[in-house]
């Protein structure tokens, strides 16, 4: 299959879907207890959700999310957005081919910033790549309230070969 033009928009196989899918939130298995939901999968970037559980809070009397969720998960969706970058980028590839690719990705660096409590019942997540190079990939995450506040922010780099 022949790459797309730069003017040509990439769209995604069920298959290569499903696979993403399946490896974020039924393998990696620490998203699976923390609960991200993929929303969209996409080139551009990756949009996910949480629901609140008594298992997430990080303070009894405020029923606030515990901070080290919000880190993880933020986490979780950078590595997303680079899947998602990865395989837009090796679309000459098979689903699966692509997918293997996955193996060898893992954070070098992540900075999380905490702008207001994560207090609710639902919670939006979203990751884009700004920059994917041949060893290292930078993203920007970011996670939301169910009416679109602004919680926290991520930027994180991450080892891809």
Request: hydrophobic share 45%; aromatic share 6%; charged share 20%.
């Amino acid at each position: 299959m022949p790459k797309p033009s730069p003017s040509t928009p990439v769209v995604f196989e069920p298959e290569f879907v499903d696979g993403v899918r399946h490896i974020f939130e039924d393998l990696i298995v620490f998203n699976s207890v923390l609960g991200l939901k993929i929303d969209t999968i996409a080139p551009e970037g990756v949009a996910a959700h949480i629901v609140m559980r008594p298992e997430l809070i990080g303070h009894f009397a405020h029923n606030r999310m515990h901070g080290g969720v919000i880190s993880a998960a933020l986490d979780a969706m950078g590595g997303l957005a680079v899947m998602a970058a990865m395989g837009a980028r090796h679309m000459d590839e098979s689903p699966l081919q692509r997918l293997h690719r996955f193996a060898k990705l893992g954070t070098i660096d992540l900075r999380i910033d905490y702008l207001r409590p994560a207090i609710g019942e639902r919670f939006k997540l979203h990751a884009e790549v700004l920059r994917l190079g041949s060893r290292v990939a930078s993203t920007r995450m970011e996670f939301f309230s169910a009416d679109g506040k602004l919680l926290s922010s991520g930027a994180a780099a991450y080892i891809v070969s």
